[in-house]
């Protein structure tokens, strides 16, 4: 579900958890800006007995939205989580108007990039030595919607 402001101040704990450790400690603040009404950003999460299992950072502008973040709990990957969020991230795309959807991943995040490739993302370009920590060129992925 879409977390409203309300809902993220009570699962972000659960939330960086999962994320802080996978992306530099970037989730708690995205998790902050968007709390204190400073980011666009949105954030989804999907739930198992009660807790957060898995969530996606989306960013949308007019009628393009790009996937900042994506993480699934370690224990609980492989179960379609993922999968769901993606689904749900379709259907907020498709009723707000959004054509394209971006996003970057690691060069050798193969579980990542087959995930992507899955539901329609198709590589659309590279950029050479993005990342730190360690370094490792971008592969720039886009979907666009019907
Ligand atoms: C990528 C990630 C979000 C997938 O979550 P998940 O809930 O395990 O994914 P799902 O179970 O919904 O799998 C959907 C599809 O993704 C692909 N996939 C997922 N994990 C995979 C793996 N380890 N190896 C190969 N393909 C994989 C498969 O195509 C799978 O479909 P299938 O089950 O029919 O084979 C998860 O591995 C994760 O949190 N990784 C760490 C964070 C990360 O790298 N995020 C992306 C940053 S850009």
């Known amino acids: 579900m879409l977390l409203d402001p309300v809902s993220l101040s009570e699962y972000r704990t659960e939330i960086s958890a999962i994320g802080d450790p996978l992306f530099h400690g970037e989730t708690s603040l995205y998790i902050e800006d968007i709390i204190n009404s400073k980011s666009q950003h949105m954030i989804f999460a ?3 007995s009660g807790r957060v ?16 973040e994506v993480a699934v709990s370690e224990n609980l990957r492989r179960n379609g989580i993922a999968s769901q969020l993606m689904t749900e991230v379709f ?13 970057e991943v690691r060069e ?9 490739k899955k539901y329609g993302f198709v590589e659309n370009g590279i950029r050479k030595n993005y990342y730190r920590d360690p370094v490792e060129n971008a592969i720039l992925m886009l979907k666009k919607l019907p």
């Open 108 to 116: 050798s995040n193969f579980p990542a990039i087959e995930y992507y």
């Open 91 to 103: 259907e907020w795309c498709e009723k707000n108007g959004v054509a394209n959807i971006f996003l």
């Open 46 to 48: 999907l739930f198992r």
């Open 53 to 68: 299992a898995g969530f996606f950072v989306l960013s949308s502008v007019l009628d393009e939205a790009e996937i900042i």
